[in-house]
């Protein structure tokens, strides 16, 4: 029987995103299931910034929409950010190693069947549309995240 | 035989103090056992404003139940904070979708039965006394939150 | 057959070390297996202060080496840090109530044969060399990290 990966993914950082996405993308390649639940900061992962909307939104949503980032090229640093500095050091340091931007980890994940699903209550709390994801997010529980979660071998909080 | 979900709860913010008391009242709505350890910036959730001691502590620890968050409704956010300004938005947030407040769930957890344990190295050294805490909770070692930790299904680090 | 612990340890930060280990001694007090597998600003722990070098490094490498944290005692505190004032007051809190400094902890970890692994592609894209760690740390890939943490009975990411 497969083995099965669960990431509730909580924090909006570049480097936290990078190491979530680093192990279901190698999770995959093994033919372990991953499950990743992007909750609060987490969903400002899955923004598509070419879709973004202000309709149906109080006043307080569109401005939380305004001001963070806008998919995953935008996410700061963990710490050493030094307002964005830190952020093209590090990506600078990538390239110099041929690893490629957290994009390419994303839809990586994407193409290698990683399920994502985005929380209901952050996705409801922030005011964000469904269709200000990438497509393959399905909006599901607390519940159904820690039903998928208990059978899991491994569970991660990042 | 029931489910186990334990969670180390180390982190002081409010965010992520609502992800885990989220997580704890939906499981044990699941009829899933459900055990908190708070260790260090943890225990401040777990603080009555109304108990706050001075007597018996050193300097330093007079200084550090001065300064820091005097229980759930102080707590900064993880990011965003500004001063407090992007707590209140949250908050604003959070009641426009009916969704109630950190001590609402907090309060939650303890009427549902989840097991809250405080750390007794981190209780120590930051001189806390035990009547200053929510009474439900008991103080345990190290050693006893990996013994319920290592039986448990699932296991967060928050 | 024994249990065991699998800690990912991503943070750089000390109060975030020193909970990762109290628990990776405790549990080898408790004959646990453990494994911890260091990444990202989780590297700066293993660093050895006295066998810092610039050799065969990138521009970036070498500036990355000389300004972030040298070693266990020179790491931050996640939060109250207080450009070096909340870490004192930290430590002086500790000493009061006898709890040994961090390094304490990591030679603890170290006699007690707690299994210590570096992240390849986070020492890769850092620039450190295999001798500006302390001697146990074996290279490894993520794949092999994941081979280990899904046959633990417990996995925490700190």
């Known amino acids: 029987m497969s083995k099965k990966l669960n990431i509730l993914m909580f924090s909006g950082e570049y480097d936290k995103a990078l190491a979530a996405l680093i192990l279901a993308n190698t999770a995959r390649e ?10 609060f900061w987490g969903l400002l992962l899955l923004r598509d910034p070419g879709k973004m909307t202000l309709e149906d939104k109080t006043t307080f949503e569109k401005m939380f929409g305004i001001v963070t980032p806008k998919g995953p090229e935008e996410l700061p640093l963990s710490r050493m950010n030094m307002g964005g ?74």
């Open 30 to 39: 093994m033919e372990v299931e991953v499950t990743m639940f992007f909750a």
């Open 85 to 158: 500095l830190g952020e093209r050091m590090l990506l600078k340091m990538m390239q110099d190693d041929k690893v490629p931007p957290l994009t390419a980890f994303l839809d990586g994940a994407r193409k290698k069947g990683v399920k994502f699903y985005g929380c209901k209550l952050s996705v409801d709390v922030m005011g964000f549309k469904r269709e200000e994801f990438i497509p393959e997010v399905e909006i599901i529980t607390a519940e159904e995240y820690l039903k998928d979660a208990l059978e899991s071998n491994m569970q991660l909080f990042i």
